[in-house]
């Protein structure tokens, strides 16, 4: 069965500090990867994917992630964090089959603490 | 661009009523939409795949009669919670995935729809 792992319910940094928020993933193939930020009371807003090629990925407000496909991980990492960026987090993957369907992860709510 | 919009923001209504909720896609064109449930500090769980002029494809145990879903056009989709009870109560996603020519396998999100069941 494919699923998506965000082992931690909740990160505490302290704001300037590098954060990283951690996803494992388990599908079969070579999966598309996601990861989106909620606000609350908010849709989801897309950060950043991988498809293909460099394994570093760059996306919006300074975040970037590492798809690392010995581990199937795909870790959310971002150099000084913002109190701003106190949100929930989901990754989410979608396989190559056709469904287009996306896999989400529990979450992982960032707390920047000033 | 990618702007996915719901209507309404939030809804209360009394238990046995129809409420309908609107996904629209305004700067782009959206063959596949989806529908997403999130109970209160959860993940979201995929109700839906909507597809323009076609039957929607619904999940495991989600009840097809309750959620009416209708891909009229390739920039609408609606969510008719039909006969609701308090148990539906929750907040609603949608989201569209643009058709081939942008970067590929994104899906845009909606801002949500809070739906309160009294």
């Known amino acids: 069965a494919q699923s998506v792992a965000q082992p931690e319910d909740q990160v505490n940094v302290a704001e300037g500090n590098p954060l990283t928020v951690k996803c494992t993933y388990s599908?079969?193939?070579?999966?598309?990867l996601f990861w989106y930020v909620q606000y609350p009371n908010r849709g989801l807003q897309f950060l950043l994917k991988y498809i293909t090629g460099d394994n570093l990925v760059k996306g919006s407000y300074g975040f970037e992630a590492e798809f690392n496909k010995s581990q199937t991980s795909f870790h959310l990492k971002k150099p000084s964090a913002l109190v701003s960026d106190s949100a929930l987090y989901f990754c989410?993957?979608?396989?190559?089959?056709?469904?287009?369907?996306?896999?989400f992860g529990t979450g992982t709510r960032l707390k920047v603490l000033a | 661009g990618a702007v996915v919009s719901q209507h309404p923001s939030w809804v209360i209504c009394k238990s046995g009523t129809s409420v309908k909720i609107e996904c629209r896609s305004l700067d782009f064109q959206a063959t596949t939409m989806f529908w997403y449930r999130q109970f209160p500090k959860q993940s979201l769980m995929l109700m839906a795949t909507s597809n323009e002029g076609s039957k929607a494809t619904y999940e495991q145990g989600v009840e097809k009669d309750k959620f009416l879903i209708n891909h009229a056009s390739l920039t609408l989709s609606t969510l008719t919670v039909t006969s609701a009870h308090p148990e539906d109560s929750s907040f609603y996603i949608c989201?569209?995935?643009?058709?081939?020519?942008?970067?590929?396998?994104?899906?845009?999100f909606g801002p949500g729809t809070r739906l309160t069941v009294l």
């Open positions: 989201s569209a995935r643009d058709i081939p020519g942008r970067p590929p396998d994104t899906q845009y």
């Open positions: 989410a993957v979608r396989d190559r089959t056709g469904t287009y369907k996306y896999i």
């Open positions: 599908v079969s193939g070579n999966p598309y």
